[in-house]
């Protein structure tokens, strides 16, 4: 393994054990978004909030594996930076195609922070679903919201 492979590994983990933006917190969302990977059994719900244009808050719960909860608890942490609409979905849209893109992708660190460590994901087709399944609720909670 390379001294970056064991830092993203790390990151994973460390993500998966301490989950930023878990607990759906208040009753004040906008919209929530349940989705489920029947392959790999994790579900997740996220909720977000919205102050006009911009995502006010992203919460979410959630249980399956260490990717799937770190993808969420990384896209939390990026919600947090403050995102617009628009922001948002062109950074689900660059999330997904790297991750349909069989390892030929990076992810940008300077646009995606901590989930730059799911890039090598891509290269195991099973576990995509599982890295996929945070932003699919989030996209999917933008469109109700
Ligand atoms: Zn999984």
Partial sequence: MSGLESLYQELILDHAK????????????????HQRNPICGDEITV?????????????????GCSISQASASMLAELAAEGLDRTG????????REAMRSKGTLELDEEEFGDATALS???????????????WVAFEDALRRS
């Fill in 18 to 33: 301490n989950r930023r933006g878990f607990g759906l917190a208040g009753s004040d969302a906008d919209a929530t978004s």
């Fill in 120 to 134: 090598g994901v891509s290269k195991y087709t099973a576990r995509v679903k599982c890295a996929m399944l945070s």
């Fill in 47 to 63: 909720r977000v909030r919205m102050e006009g244009d911009r995502v006010a808050s992203l919460t979410w719960e959630g249980a």
């Fill in 88 to 95: 948002a979905e062109r950074l689900i849209e660059g999330f």
